[in-house]
């Protein structure tokens, strides 16, 4: 058998939940001309995030 797949980029989210505006205030966006990710707030100045979103 072979299977073939391709990753598709787009800002869908598959099987989340649409949540109230400030109801997470420890999430975080991360944002650039090239990307957008996830994190979280671990201090009020720190925001953890996975390696490869940054620049």
Same mark, same amino acid.
């Given at each position: 058998?072979? !299977? =073939?797949?391709?990753?598709? *980029?787009?800002?869908?989210? !598959?099987?989340?939940? /649409? !949540?109230? %505006? *400030?109801? =997470?205030? +420890?999430? &975080? @966006?991360? #944002?650039? &001309? #090239? +990307? ?6 671990? *201090? %009020?100045?720190?925001? =953890?995030? &996975?390696?490869?979103? @940054? /620049?």
């Amino acid at each position: 058998m072979l !299977v =073939l797949s391709t990753s598709g *980029h787009g800002s869908e989210i !598959v099987g989340g939940n /649409e !949540v109230e %505006p *400030h109801s =997470l205030p +420890f999430m &975080a @966006r991360v #944002r650039s &001309a #090239r +990307f957008m990710c996830g994190g979280i707030l671990i *201090h %009020p100045q720190c925001v =953890l995030t &996975a390696p490869q979103c @940054r /620049e």
